[in-house]
């Protein structure tokens, strides 16, 4: 019987990121994760998933999103970062990085409205890292804990 190759997953983990009172933005004005060293575990493939809680006293704009972007880092002598960003949890400006994904809320919105997501992202790289722009009109929740980004990595393994 011929082998297979199926992933081989590894356990959920959060990334470090600050998205209490984020402001809205549709400059790309935003927050980045601390970077994850990837040349350990090599992931080739992630999932991630994102909940961002609305703010709770302030109905956002209708149709609007909360954008999921990829930072890459090279980890040379000089290295470099998308967009200019650092390792750490920190704001970032979005100029060129690659979305993953959007949070959208609707055609009728509510205050405290909770949004998730989830993304594949396939060759992450050596170090990696997530940015988050919240383009809904109003801040997000200022709580938190009503708010996370996980992932899981992947890899393909002959079973």
Known sequence: MANE?????????AL?????SLAASDVG???QSTLIDNTSDRYSKLHIFVKVRQD??????ANRAVYVYLLKADDNATEHIT????????????????????LYNGTSPAAGDILYGEFIVHDPGRQWGVAIV??????LHSTGSNHWVRYVGANPEVQ
Do not use: C, E, H, Y
């Not at 709770?56 to 704009?61: A, D, K």
């Not at 200019?84 to 979305?99: F, H, M």
């Open 56 to 61: 709770g006293s302030l109905t956002p704009t």
């Open 134 to 139: 919240n383009s809904t009109g109003r801040s």
């Open 16 to 20: 470090t990121i600050t998205l209490a």
């Open 83 to 102: 967009d200019g960003g650092g390792t750490t949890d920190a704001a970032l400006t979005i100029k060129n990085a690659q979305l993953i994904g959007a």
């Open 5 to 13: 190759i199926k992933d081989k997953f590894g356990s959920s983990t």
């Open 29 to 31: 004005v935003g927050r």
